[in-house]
């Protein structure tokens, strides 16, 4: 017999208070990032073709965040009784491998070194002990899937036409994958949010990421303005 992997489709639809969520987060992210640049492009200078030191350092993040996911997901699956999720979320760790040693490749050919770059204090506030320390399926796919995923698709698309051109077609490869993840997120917290305090707490751990990506980002955008002078 063959198995083929679980599958998400675009098409797929999900509850109501799913789409809620994600309407209040881009209606956040709209605030926190009101001029047209987006996330990690605040600047005129982000609007052209990146500088070398602008790239590494968004490479260096994007590194460090893809490596942080392999860690904390599957610190998940010791706790996920919901055996779909824990399969999908064992695809979503092969990707985020997969994302982790292609960037860690244009890094190094960068001539940098993925160990010698220190990440933020709201950066590590945000990725390592946010995400490393969500209770249960429910809130972890809520954070990372719906809210994570959904912020990164959207800084993705709004910075890869200033990269390199070998590094924005990585970044062409990597992106349907986090579409994947944030599908997955949509799909789980459609079929295991049954009553509404289980949607409450979605939202409520969805838009506390909004509230730590958007410090993160601020305060990232500020270290990357001091490199264009
Ligand atoms: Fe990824
Ligand atoms: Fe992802």
Not at 76 to 104: K, M, R, Y
Not at 205 to 216: F, H, K
Request: charged letters at 25%; glycine letters at 2%; hydrophobic letters at 40%.
């Amino acid at each position: 017999m063959h198995f083929t992997p679980m599958q998400t489709s675009p098409d797929e639809t999900w509850a109501t208070f799913v789409q809620d969520i994600e309407a209040e987060l881009d209606a956040h992210r709209d605030r926190a990032f009101s001029d047209a640049s987006q996330a990690f492009a605040a600047t005129e200078a982000a609007r052209q073709p990146w500088s070398r030191a602008r790239v590494i350092e968004w490479l260096s993040f994007q590194t460090y965040y893809e490596y942080q996911a392999i860690l904390f997901i599957s610190k998940w699956l010791q706790s996920t009784p919901e055996t779909d999720a824990l399969v999908l979320l064992c695809q979503q760790i092969e990707d985020e491998g997969n994302h982790f040693n292609w960037l860690n490749q244009h890094l190094e050919q960068l001539g940098a070194r993925l160990s010698e770059w220190t990440p933020l204090p709201e950066i590590v506030d945000w990725v390592e002990s946010f995400y490393g320390s969500l209770p249960d399926t429910i809130a972890r796919l809520a954070a990372h899937n719906l809210a994570g995923e959904s912020g990164a698709c959207r800084s993705f698309s709004s910075i890869v036409p200033f990269l390199p051109d070998d590094l924005q077609k990585t970044m062409r490869r990597i992106m349907p994958d986090e579409q994947f993840h944030l599908r997955l997120g949509r799909r789980i917290l459609s079929k295991y949010c049954t009553t509404d305090e289980q949607r409450d707490r979605a939202r409520h751990y969805a838009l506390e990421v909004a509230e730590l990506e958007t410090r993160a980002i601020q305060a990232f955008n500020r270290k990357l303005a001091t490199l264009e002078n």
